[in-house]
């Protein structure tokens, strides 16, 4: 992991429209990435059961992503000869770490939920029910 030393910039800035990061970056946390990262941090899933695990998403939004996150180097596809064929996804090195992050991240946000849901109350409350 690259860490920006103080006073020394990085090759890559997340924040310039052109740099190549701003698209990973939005692999990484957009909704069905970060759940997908999240999911394969628990080990390998065949691609039905990824789908099942990760409530919502539809075949071709998780096809998708995990196309994304493969070309990311941050999942590995595993086809195995066998019929039907047989396909499974699991976390590179990288993904292992990315996904480490985004978890606790997750967990934060689970653990933070009635905090959450108070100021929406509140922030409902002023503004009348919508």
């Keep these: 992991m690259q860490r920006r030393p103080e006073g020394q910039e990085l090759p890559f800035n997340v924040f310039a429209k052109a740099c190549p990061s701003r698209g990973t970056l939005e692999h990484v946390t957009g909704r069905w990435g970060a759940l ?17 695990r990760v409530d919502g998403v539809s075949e071709k939004m998780l096809s998708q992503t995990l196309h994304a996150l493969e070309r990311d180097g941050l999942v590995h596809r595993e086809a195995q000869p066998t019929n039907p064929p047989r396909v499974d996804y699991e ?4 993904g292992r770490e990315v996904a480490g992050r985004l978890l606790s991240l997750i967990h934060y946000v689970e653990g933070s939920m009635e905090a959450v ?3 929406r109350e509140r922030y409902d409350g002023t503004r009348g029910a919508r």
């Design 36 to 52: 997908t990262l999240g999911a394969l941090h628990e080990g390998s899933l065949r691609f039905n059961e990824l789908r099942r």
């Design 91 to 94: 976390l590179t090195p990288l």
């Design 117 to 119: 849901l108070q100021a």
